[in-house]
């Protein structure tokens, strides 16, 4: 069974800087696509930004040119560096894995079967 860790969310200010870390353990699957998800309160959970396991990335257009996400296979990890921060990017943020496309992740969510973190709050408020 995979276990997802999630850590580095914390309180920033606007055009502030976070970087979230995601550790799978357990049993893991390398060729699964890895993304991180978010979710304000009172809204539905979006995809935020996707990884295959050739390195094909995948953005939300609301963070496109803002955060960026990279995997360590060696590590088990997946990270989510987020610059020029907005109010707006206030969120409970989750990594997910399953096995389908990073863009899938995007448009249409984790999916049936998909495996998630327990969750890292970010706040970015002035």
């Known amino acids: 069974q995979v276990q997802l860790v999630e850590s580095g969310g914390g309180v920033v200010q606007p055009g502030g800087s976070l970087r979230l870390s995601c550790v799978a353990r357990?049993?893991?699957?390398?060729?699964?696509?890895m993304g991180w998800f978010r979710q304000a309160p009172g809204k539905e959970r979006e995809g935020v930004a996707a990884?295959?396991?050739?390195?094909?990335?995948y953005y939300a257009d609301s963070v496109k040119g803002r955060f960026t996400i990279s995997r360590d296979n060696a590590k088990n990890t997946v990270y989510l560096q987020m610059t020029g921060l907005k109010i707006e990017d206030t969120a409970m943020y989750y990594c997910?894995?399953?096995?389908?496309?990073?863009?899938?992740?995007?448009?249409?969510?984790?999916?049936?079967?998909?495996?998630w973190g327990q969750g890292t709050q970010v706040t970015v408020s002035s």
């Open positions: 357990g049993y893991t699957y390398p060729s699964y696509s």
């Open positions: 990884i295959e396991n050739d390195g094909s990335k």
């Open positions: 997910g894995t399953n096995n389908r496309n990073g863009e899938t992740f995007i448009q249409y969510g984790l999916g049936k079967g998909g495996i």
